[in-house]
Every structure is written in structure tokens, then in C-alpha cells.
């Protein structure tokens, strides 16, 4: 530390910055601190959803904590809840029921969203991931992937998407864009799209590295050109649904 430094005797009239001073000049900008994520809202009916059976519009079975369990998962709506508090995935222990919002701009419970889509190995972490169909286009469909963290669910962040689709995983779509998500054989998630270029469709996709409930970017999207009926071949994570090559767990 470097108080006391500039202690001096001589009256304080010639203090011109940086002349004749000695030893290091004070740094006095310490590294910002990492900004905290937003809290959590609290969704005040989230117990009461929770209990309430009827509220549930889905349910799968498999073991997403990793203890090897069978655990039971479900999408409850309360469709007379505020924006943010309609819907929420449950994720039953045993006795213990675990929920988290699923809430997200621009999904319209109309349409019959969220949905329970599957469970897959996502994230690289013990237990099964949740995958929430969660945002519709017009023939786009984002879904959110949750996974277990400390007993709870919580999404699996996509490092670099932004909103109004950060943390979603787009797949589907028409001839005037494609979207797919898959894992490869190493456990590399790809997230991938095709938009139509002349006669053959420039395909760009983006690699991530899973981590304990986050992807990681590697590196620049990749690109190619292809032609409609090679897409499948070259790229396979579109020849089937989304995470259609993912471990069951
Ligand atoms: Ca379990």
C-alpha cells in the first residue's frame, strides 16, 4: 500500500501532477467489481403453483438431480399470474419439490407454451437437463435448458446471446431460415442456423463448450455453403430434432 507517500512539509503551493515526483504514481482506479447478476424475482404464488396439481400441463420422469433417482418433472401454469410468475418448472425428489420461474419475453401461454420438450445431457453435469420449449416464431421454436445447481433448477446460460433470445437454443424453422441445436460425439454443443444464399444455403455455426450450467464460446461461428439436400450430411445437428445426438443423461 502506498499512503503516506505524499506526505510532505513544503506548504503545499507547487503540486503541478507528475513533476519531480518519486517512486510509483498512485493507482487510484482499483479493477471494477464483477457486477452482480440481477436478483431473482420472487414470484409471490410460486409455492401455491407448486401444490396445486391441477396447474401442471406436463410431466416427464428421469433422473435430473444425478443421485440415480428417478426424479419427476412439470410445467405448471397459473394463467391469472402477473407477467414473469405464469409459469414454473417443478422438479419433485421424493418429497421435495423444487421451482423455478419460466417466464421469459415473448412467450405467449396461447399457445400452449412453455412446453416440457425432453430430457437430454446439455451441460456436461450429473443428472439429465430439462428442455423447455419456452418462445415460438413463426416456425422457429426457442427452448430453454435447465439443470440442477444446488438443488435447484436453474437455465443454462449461452455465453455471447443476447437478448431477446439470451440463453435460448432456436431450432426448426422453414426454407427461409433453419435453425439446430446438437451435441457432437466429444460433447461439443453446437448451435447452428441456414439461411438460403442463391441456390445453396450458408450455414454458420457456433461451438460451446459445456461447463457446469453454462456453454462457452469456442471461438469464432464456422460457416459453409451447402446445397439443401447435403445440409443434413454436412451438418448433421439438423438432421434431426434438437439435441437429437445428446447423451439421455
Ligand atoms: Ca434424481
Known sequence: ?????????????????????????????????????????????EDEV????SLRTGSLTGDVSGDGVEDQVHVA???SADIGCRAFLLVAQGDELAAVALDVEGM????????????TQVDG?????????????????????????????????IQGSEPPVRDLFPYGGGVGQ???VDCTEAGTILISSAVPQGARYLVTR????????????????????????????????????????????
Not at 512539509?9 to 501532477?17: F, H, I, P, R, Y
Not at 405467449?108 to 430430457?119: E, F, K, V
Not at 440442477?148 to 443454462?156: K, L, S, T
Open 77 to 79: 401454469v397459473d394463467d
Open 108 to 119: 405467449d401461454p396461447a399457445l400452449g407454451l412453455p412446453a416440457l420438450r425432453q430430457l
Open 206 to 249: 457456433n461451438r460451446y463448450t459445456p461447463t457446469s450450467g453454462a456453454l462457452l464460446r469456442e471461438g469464432q461461428a464456422s460457416t459453409g455453403k451447402v446445397k439443401f439436400e447435403a445440409l443434413p450430411a454436412r451438418f448433421p445437428e439438423f438432421a434431426g430434432g434438437p439435441f437429437g445426438s445428446c447423451p439421455a443423461e
Open 178 to 180: 433453419l435453425s439446430a
Open 125 to 157: 453435469a450429473e443428472g439429465a437437463d430439462v428442455v423447455v420449449n419456452l418462445v415460438a416464431g413463426a416456425s422457429t421454436v426457442f427452448a430453454g435448458v435447465y439443470s440442477m445447481a444446488g438443488g435447484e433448477p436453474a437455465r443454462v446460460t
Open 1 to 45: 500500500m502506498i499512503l503516506g507517500l505524499t506526505v510532505s512539509a513544503c506548504g503545499g503551493s507547487d503540486e503541478s501532477d507528475g513533476d519531480g515526483t518519486q517512486g510509483p504514481a498512485p493507482r487510484s482506479s482499483p479493477a471494477p467489481a464483477p457486477s452482480p447478476s440481477p436478483p431473482e424475482p420472487e414470484c409471490v404464488n
Open 50 to 53: 407448486a401444490d396445486d396439481e
